[in-house]
Each structure stands twice: as C-alpha cells, then as structure tokens.
DNA sequence: CGGGAAGAAATTATCGATAATTCATGGCCA
DNA sequence: TGGCCATGAATTATCGATAATTTCTTCCCG
C-alpha cells in the first residue's frame, strides 16, 4: 500500500495499463484478468475494475458483459475513424485558440518541432508529436474538446506504435512548420487547413503486406 | 435481486441516474451518495461506483478524489462548446453518411421531424428532435464518433430541460425540413452546412432573466 | 460575539469472501 | 470415430465489512 503522491490508485492501474496498450506491450485481443493485474499491483481487483472501466471509456479496451476485458481491436478503419474525428476536432480548438496564442506558445511549439525532427525513436517522437498538437489548441479553453483530443490522441499514438515497431527514421516535420508560420502571420484559418489536412494523412496506405514481408510505406503524420 | 432481461447492474443504475441528471430532476452540484443510491437499487455500493464512473465518462458527473461525485455543473460556455463540438462531429458523421442514405431513411427521418413539429412537451420534442439527427448520420458507420455524438446530444438534452421547464410551445423545424430537401437533392454539402448552422445556434442567449420574471427568447435547435 | 480547533458522525475507498456464470476438458453415446 | 452433454476449473460480479479521510457540529478562547 505505498500510496504515491495524490494519485488515486484505479488512475494509476489505468494510466500504466494504457501506456502499455498503447505502446503494443499489449495485443489487441488480449484479455485483462482482474485478479492478474490485481496482484501485480498488490490491490485488489475493485480498483482494477474502475481501471477497467476508464480503459474503455478511451476506447483502450472493450468489455463483454460477462466475459470479462479485452484489449480493444483496431483496423484501418478505426484508424481513419480517429484521424477524421481529430481532424475535425483539433481544427474546431484551433479555431478557438487562435485568438489567444501568444509569442511564448508559439516559441514552445516551435522547440517542440525541432525535438521531433531530432528524436531517436518513434517514442520520443510521439511525445513530442503530441506536444505540438496540444501547446496550439489548449488555449481554445474548452476542457471537454481538449479531453476528447487527448483520449484520440493516444488511440493514434497506439496505431503508431504498432506499424514501427523498430526502424525508426526522423524527419523534419513541413506540416508543423507552416502551421506555425501561418499562425505566427495570424492566418488561422489557413492554419486550420493545413492542420486538417495535416492530421487526415494518417493511415493513408494499407499497414501491413504478407506476414513479415516489406512493409509498405506508411503515411504518419501526428 | 430481481434482475432485468440482461442488462447489468452497473448500466441499468447508470441510465436511471443519467435521465434523473438530464431532465433536471437531479440538480447540478447535487451530491451522489453511493450509499443512498445503492440502498434504492437494493444493490451494494459496488455497482454503484462503476455508474457513477460510466457519468463521469459521459460528463455529467464529476468525481473529486476522496470527496465524492457530484452533478456536474454546466454553464453557458459549456453548452457553447457542445454546441460546437456536435456542428463538427455530427458533419463529418453527414459527410460519411451521404451515400449510404436510402429512402427509406429519409422518410423515417422526416416521420421524426413532423413528430417534433407535433411535440405536445418538451420531452417528446427532444426525443423526436434526437431521432432525426441519429437517423441522418448512423449509416456513417463510424462507432466512436457516433459514441460521441450520443454523448453529446445528452449534453445538449440537458441544457435544453433546464431553461424549458414549462411553457412549451412546438413550431416547426424549418432546418430539419432543409436539410432533408437538400439530403434528398443529393447535395451534401448543404445539408451539412445547414446542419452546422442549425446545431451552434444552441445557447445563443442568456439563459434566465431575473427570479421569476419574463425569460428571454431563447434559441434551441437540436 | 466571532473565529478556530478538536471531536464525532458520515462517507468514501479498499479489501476478503461468496455466488453466479462462462470456458474447457473429458466421457459417453450414436 | 465424430459429435454432444455433463462435470469441473477458472473468472467475473456482487456483497458485507474494515480502514481512512472528509465534513459537520460543538465547544472554547480571544
């Protein structure tokens, strides 16, 4: 019972189940066993049932009455699904944000481009990914949209963690940088449009070919 | 213990709450004693946590750590911003939906449209009003964002039980009846143009005007 | 008479255990 | 030999109880 800062325990289950969802340390189609995750986190399986239940409310997870929890299954069109919803959500905060992005935001937003060029790994390229996307909307001030951005968010994250498993090549990012030159000339609209577009390439080829022959390329875009 | 067909627990208690929440009957701010809730469901407090986190996921709830759950609150801002995210999210469900919208779709929809315009409450409005946006974008076949666009609707719901408490008159729905000429034309574009239109033009005036007195027009369109 | 602290009541969060259901294995019969 | 039913093991869902935290009340002191 070493009860860390303030973080209550069914979060923690579900912020590190997720992490592992997420970075395809668990398949889709895997069952979570309460009792298992129970134990290995020295709780009972109440707090993992809520766990459970926050997975799911992700859309981590997919719980069949009584049949227990599964790591949620995901196709290419679920793929698109989440791209097209981010794409229209993210343009919607942008839109809002805009009229409050500041010299500094746009500066952090910039640093955190560069850190993605740079990244040695497609993790440290995700967060920093992610970084960028959430310094230019938060200030849209809207908690409910910024949480549905977060939440499809980490599904994209997970369908690209689980095409580049290795072979890891960096970039650099256009698409950042003309969203945040068009921001910086205080065009948000064409902005928008970029970033819209920007988001809507992601799963833009089939994943995989035969098993384990080439991969074909496969258009990531955060 | 008399269980229903087979609907579990946790959602049975987690639908009563959620329509107690959204017709107003429960308040905002209003404290949900687990305790109390599960002594009328003849349950233990078990099931009751995981309603209470299914209304959380929902929004219409909010769970402070070792304090409890209460009603979430909701203000102008908040119906705002539903508003703006259904205009996006239910757009792009119409986009994806167009071409797989039959006749026979289109004519349930306009069914629900006249059963609107012949509401004699609120709340048979409501429930016509939401059968007619469902209608027109479930055949997007996109299971997140129409998850979401529920989620949503039972925001708006909410706001919209709140101002109209009495004094219901019905008119008719001049945009539903556009929107589905233009569907009908073919023209998806309009249809969805209209749709946004239609949607943001909720909460576009003050709520109440003084304790009691004369409430002000007050703009709702589903 | 007001503010603050200490105690008590209430409530939340977690645990261990029980009941009910599902999945798998093995045996039986056609 | 193949399919089906029954029994057993595993797992889920719920319950009752305990521990810890918060909040309300009340009392004391300034």
């Known amino acids: 019972m070493a009860s860390e800062k303030s973080e209550t325990l069914p979060v923690r ?36 049932r809520e766990a459970f239940q926050r997975l799911e409310a992700q859309g981590l997870a997919v719980s069949e009455p009584r049949r227990g929890v599964r790591v ?17 959500l993210e343009v919607l ?3 809002h944000a805009g009229p409050h992005l500041t010299r500094a935001i746009l500066d952090e937003a910039e640093e955190a481009t560069r850190a993605g060029d740079n990244s040695p790994d497609v993790r440290a390229w995700e967060e920093a ?35 580049w498993r290795s072979d890891w090549e960096a970039r650099t990012d256009h698409d950042h940088r003309a969203i945040l030159a068009a921001l910086r000339a205080g065009q948000v609209d064409e902005a928008a449009a970029i970033l819209a577009r920007h988001v809507q390439w992601i799963g833009s080829k089939p994943v995989r070919t035969a098993a384990g022959g080439t991969r074909d390329v496969f258009a990531i875009q955060g």
Chains 1, 2 share one sequence.
Not at 72 to 88: T, W
Not at 138 to 157: E, G, N
């Open 72 to 88: 949620a299954a995901f196709d290419l069109r679920e793929v698109r699904e989440v791209a097209e919803m981010r794409a229209a």
């Open 129 to 163: 990914n992610r970084r960028f996307h959430r310094l230019i909307v938060t200030p849209c001030a809207m908690p409910r949209l910024l949480a549905a951005i977060d939440d499809l968010h980490a599904a994209s994250a997970r369908f690209l963690f689980s095409s």
């Open 93 to 95: 905060a942008l839109r």
């Open 13 to 48: 289950i579900s912020r590190v189940l997720a992490e592992r969802i997420i970075s395809g340390q668990l398949e889709p189609g895997a069952r979570l066993r309460q009792d298992h995750v129970a134990a290995e986190f020295g709780a009972s399986h109440v707090p993992v």
